[in-house]
């Protein structure tokens, strides 16, 4: 089966924080991607990042940073220095090969000033 | 350019009519999703077209829905007497494989 986990529902920082966002998924096949997606307030989804399940290469796109481990199933992003418009819902979601794309239950950032 | 067009952007219905949201995908793209976001909540999986292959309908709720996709193209989405929880946001999704999907801004569905 596969799955998508974002433990975290809500999370609260204040601005100038560090804050990382957990994704855990499960699957069985062995060529799958992995993605982010930020829905602000205004309600359209914005694409972040894909990773494929042969590139374990961390990757920075200046505040943002992804920490992809296979060993433990996990793909986390972490926003560094959060600023106020970082506030949204973050997904984080899965397709397998030739499957169709599963999402996680989001989780809430909030960037109080 | 063009990216996933969604009608209307809004539909107020009353309960028990039937309603039809329409996708445009981008051209050349070969699958189509369907999610549903109701107020607060995560992104539920609906349907999903990927080229000619059959349609995965596994998330749609009840037989009051269902979706088909014209050409490989235009798709449309039908609800069948309208309940009031199938108030939510549909979204419309498009990719190439395994591209990232395009978004639509989606058509918020409102059953009084």
């Known amino acids: 089966a596969q799955k998508v986990t974002q433990a975290q529902t809500e999370i609260s920082v204040v601005e100038k924080e560090d804050v990382t966002l957990d994704c855990v998924y499960e699957?069985?096949?062995?060529?799958?991607?992995l993605f982010w997606y930020k829905q602000p307030p205004s309600g359209e989804l914005v694409f972040l990042i894909r990773?494929?399940?042969?590139?374990?290469q961390n990757e920075i796109s200046g505040r943002y940073s992804w920490n992809f481990q296979k060993s433990t199933s996990s793909f986390n992003f972490t926003i560094t220095a959060s600023q106020v418009v970082d506030s949204a819902v973050y997904f984080c979601?899965?397709?397998?090969?030739?499957?169709?794309?599963?999402f996680g239950q989001g989780t809430e950032l909030s960037v109080k000033p | 350019g063009a990216g996933v067009s969604q009608s209307p952007s809004n539909k107020v219905t009353e309960k028990g009519k039937d309603v039809e949201l329409r996708c445009d995908p981008i051209?050349?793209?070969?699958?189509l999703y369907w999610y549903r976001q109701s107020l607060g909540q995560g992104l539920e999986f609906l349907i999903y077209?990927?080229?000619?292959?059959?349609?995965?309908k596994s998330g749609l709720p009840s037989d009051r829905f269902s979706a088909e996709r014209t050409g490989g193209s235009v798709s449309t989405l039908t609800i069948q007497r309208t309940q009031q929880e199938d108030s939510a946001v549909y979204l419309c999704?498009?990719?190439?494989?395994?591209?990232?999907?395009?978004f639509g801004n989606g058509t918020r569905l409102t059953v009084t």
């Open positions: 999704a498009s990719s190439r494989n395994n591209s990232p999907l395009h």
């Open positions: 699957t069985r096949d062995t060529t799958y991607y």
């Open positions: 990773r494929n399940s042969f590139d374990e």
């Open positions: 077209f990927q080229g000619n292959s059959a349609p995965d």
């Open positions: 051209s050349g793209h070969t699958a």
């Open positions: 979601a899965l397709i397998p090969r030739g499957g169709k794309l599963i």
